[in-house]
């Protein structure tokens, strides 16, 4: 194997709540393999003493002289929230910039920030990017935005690593919660929230009633009333295992036909697609087929309009509508090599 690179050449992995984000991990592990020095970085908590806003803004604060001070010859950072990596770019390093979402967009409806804030962000986003030594972005949307002001540019998808798949029994699980073998399934895994399309689960539940089938979900979050609420409604169509440590999550995938991605249509669904939201190929390294709305196009998952979500897993159920062939997609095929490839390009 060639490791490319034989003097230990440092790389630094920054990200503000790295042990909550696999991708991170991920690359951390790759460059470790490939023969170089690699320095994880996360941002430290500050006690919250003060008002939440001052205590954030402390949090920013130590993560601004942190960054400042940490030493490498080239650094991979996330863009959110990019504010933090502003001294990288100001001293003139080599860095990557690695976009994992519209974080000013997406800011800006979530928490409904005043246009100015917006612009700012907006305004150190591309700073950023025009900045870095090397553009990265988890999907094809996200990277055509800003790819005609970055010196070079490429799409590295977020793809689950193959030890995600393991030799789980279909027919165990399902015996173990009381499912019979001919019961459909439909499966949603992630955070509970109106962004996530929590509230978009109740009209899954709506179409699927009456037939042989039953709506699973695994995670929590602020949504969770929803939730609790349908399975008090409707306990014959509804099982929710709330949140699952992440080894346990392959099992009730296995166990069910088809994954579910629901979100909101919003402006910014261009930027999702398969390649950058995880759970999506979780779902394909299983076998099963998806039914998504409120993101990008694909042949490799159906699409459909939010308020058609229901009716198009009823369709499926019933036979009515044939859903595309998963494809196998895996970090060690696709992601990796890219890794290796931009790293070697900045530190031949």
């Not at 770019?89 to 800006?108: M, V």
């Not at 800003?146 to 027919?171: G, T």
Request: charged fraction near 25%; glycine fraction near 6%; hydrophobic fraction near 40%.
């Amino acid at each position: 194997m060639n490791r490319g690179c034989s003097n230990r050449k440092v790389i630094a992995i920054l990200s503000y709540n790295v042990w909550l984000h696999p991708r991170s991990i991920k690359i951390a592990k790759t460059l470790t393999r490939y023969g170089y020095k690699v320095k994880l970085w996360g941002a430290r908590a500050v006690r919250k003493q003060w008002d939440s806003t001052i205590s954030t803004l402390l949090e920013y604060l130590v993560a601004l002289i942190d960054v400042t001070l940490l030493k490498a010859d080239l650094y991979w950072i996330e863009n959110i929230p990019d504010i933090i990596y502003l001294p990288i770019a100001l001293l003139g390093k080599k860095y990557i910039y690695d976009r994992r979402s519209p974080w000013a967009k997406e800011a800006l409806v979530m928490h409904k920030l005043p246009k100015y804030v917006f612009k700012l962000m907006e305004l150190i986003e591309r700073y950023m990017v025009k900045k870095s030594s090397y553009f990265v972005a988890v999907s094809t949307g996200l990277v055509k935005e800003f790819e005609h002001i970055a010196k070079r540019s490429i799409v590295i998808p977020n793809y689950p690593e193959r030890s995600f798949v393991s030799n789980i029994s279909r027919e165990e699980i399902r015996r173990k919660l009381n499912v019979s073998p001919d019961r459909k399934v439909v499966i949603y895994v992630g955070k509970l929230s109106r962004v996530e399309g929590t509230d978009l689960l109740p009209s899954v539940v709506e179409s699927i009633k009456g037939l042989n089938a039953e709506l699973w979900i695994v995670g929590d979050g602020p949504a969770r009333n929803i939730i609790q609420e349908l399975v008090s409604k409707y306990p014959n169509y509804v099982k929710w295992f709330g949140w699952v440590p992440y080894g346990e999550v392959p099992k009730y995938i296995v166990a069910a036909d088809i994954g579910l991605v629901p979100r909101h249509k919003t402006p910014y669904r261009i930027y999702y697609s398969h390649e950058g939201i995880h759970k999506i190929t979780e779902y394909f390294a299983y076998g099963k087929p998806v039914i998504a709305c409120g993101i990008a196009p694909s042949p490799y998952y159906l699409v459909v309009e939010p308020e058609e979500l229901g009716e198009a897993v009823a369709k499926a159920i019933k036979g009515e509508v044939r859903l595309p062939k998963p494809p196998k997609l895996f970090w060690e095929d696709h992601s990796l090599p890219l890794i290796v490839k931009v790293v070697n390009e900045l530190l031949k």
